[in-house]
């Protein structure tokens, strides 16, 4: 009698497992073809919302408006955000004044643009952590930033190639 040839249980478990390992490959490289490297530093990002190429973009000596939130990349733990009730954005100015994962990931955003930074300790907080808000020593940090807002180091809010007011 002709019918579909039987699998034993091993065959097809067999089958699936050569399956998965031939393609996590696959979907590891795509997943991380996302993620971007920065010269001159060893944090990476990835853009979850694009900005206008028409509107400026963070340069060194701006001053930058941002929301940003701050996770503790091994244990998944929220420590900081401007989001949260009773904060406010953060302003800074670029080339200074935070880690330097954090300005490193940050130059080169534009107005609206929202990026997810992955920081190195070395990059972060170091070696010693920063107890008091719940990163370890050697934490590694997740930063998800939005530019709000952007003024030139003249002092004038930057304007858009169109000449509109951002």
Known sequence: MMGSPRWSTTAS?????????????????????DWKTLA???TTYKVLT??????PAVEVGD??????????AQTGKKFWSTKDPGQKPFTYTAGGGVIKGWDMGARGMRQKEVRMLKIPADEGYGANGFPA?????GGELN?????LKIVGKDGKKKRGAAGTDL
Do not use: K, M, R
């Open 40 to 42: 001159g530093a060893e």
């Open 63 to 72: 001053t930058v408006t941002v929301h940003a939130t701050g996770i503790v």
């Open 50 to 55: 694009e900005g206008s190429p028409d509107d």
């Open 13 to 33: 478990f067999t089958c699936i497992a050569l399956c998965c390992v031939i393609a996590a490959p696959i979907v590891q490289a795509s997943v991380e073809e």
């Open 143 to 147: 930063f998800e930033l939005e530019v």
């Open 133 to 137: 808000w719940g990163i370890p020593p």
